[in-house]
């Protein structure tokens, strides 16, 4: 009886602790990565606006992007595709600007809420722009996807950080 009394007590305190745990979680989440790339943020914002452009660097599966979206540049251009590995999306630009970078909104099959990112470019030594990729969204409103959620910011954070070396591969590229 006492064995049973202590496991209860056990699975009761652990079940506490789970519910704390996903009470703090948050439920917004963030991943940035940065690179220098060796041209100036002009020749990198080239490649960003029009979102068209997208197609020669932004995935490795380039006949599953689909067609441009509105305006052919700036704030609402944007690009769609459908891919068997990653589904169907679409990107568009909520504000562009040569000296800074992009701003977009990235939607998913998924019905939820978008992810609002940017490329945020800054000059640097010799030429050169410093990069940065910043994403933002939500982690879910159920408690078991708060609380499942960190373990996919890892490959978010990789996933942006292939996409920011092919961006930065192309533009190099292209001197």
């Keep these: ?8 007590a056990v ?4 079940g506490c602790l789970l519910a704390v745990a996903v009470s703090l979680a948050s439920p917004t989440w963030e991943v940035e990565v940065r690179r220098t790339v060796r041209a100036g943020p002009a020749a ?3 490649r960003l606006d029009p979102p068209e452009r997208w197609r020669s660097w932004a995935t490795t599966e ?24 990653v589904g169907s999306g679409r990107i568009e630009l909520t504000a562009s600007d040569p000296a800074k970078g992009v701003w ?15 490329i945020l470019l800054a000059s640097a030594a010799e030429g050169a722009c410093e990069v940065t990729v910043v994403c933002r ?4 409103r159920g408690p078991i996807a708060r609380l499942l959620w960190p373990s996919a910011l890892g490959e978010i954070e990789r996933s942006l950080a292939r996409l920011l070396e092919r961006l930065a591969a192309h ?3 292209a001197g």
């Design 62 to 85: 380039t006949e599953q992007i689909g067609a441009s979206t509105g305006p052919s540049g700036g704030a609402g251009a944007g690009l769609e595709w459908e891919s068997d590995r």
């Design 104 to 118: 977009f909104d990235l939607f998913t099959g998924d019905g939820v809420e978008p992810v609002r990112c940017a």
């Design 11 to 14: 699975l009761a305190g652990g």
């Design 1 to 8: 009886m006492k064995l049973l009394r202590t496991t209860l």
């Design 44 to 46: 990198v914002h080239a």
């Design 171 to 173: 533009v190099e590229e």
């Design 137 to 140: 969204g939500e982690a879910g």
